[in-house]
């Protein structure tokens, strides 16, 4: 059985969507570690998170996650981070990693290493 050849059409909503591989190269995608994780004050959505990108380098994240996700419970998961996005501000707090989810109708899933690897893991 071989698999059958997909062309994309010209106009249709996923080609308008379509980044280069020299685009999507530029970005650094890693595996990082959560060390610390916290409620932000003042607010039902946003926990605080210091996470391990590799290379002895710690960044800060801000993420709307409190719904899905405890402190406590994401503290030590390795996920999945793109390390060099321009810092945002959420709620006054600099965040300067961004962690990748999927997002449906219902709930929030951290994009997480299915097995442990080495913190700041390339992802290719």
């Not at 380098?57 to 996005?85: D, F, H, M, P, S």
């Not at 501000?89 to 999927?102: D, K, W």
């Amino acid at each position: 059985m071989s698999f059958p050849e997909i062309h994309l059409e010209g106009g249709t909503d996923v080609s308008q969507k379509v980044v280069s591989f020299d685009e999507f190269s530029k970005m650094d995608l890693r595996i990082g570690k959560i060390i610390k994780a916290e409620a932000v004050a003042g607010s039902k959505n946003l926990i605080k998170m210091l996470i391990d990108v590799g290379g002895g380098e710690n960044r800060q994240a801000v993420a709307g996650i409190a719904q899905y996700y405890t402190a406590k419970e994401l503290e030590g998961k390795q996920v999945a981070v793109i390390v060099n996005l321009q810092a945002k501000r959420m709620f006054g707090i600099e965040s300067n990693v961004m962690i990748l989810a999927a997002e449906d109708e219902k709930t929030v899933s951290l994009i997480l290493s299915e097995r442990s690897v080495k913190t700041g893991s390339k992802i290719r």
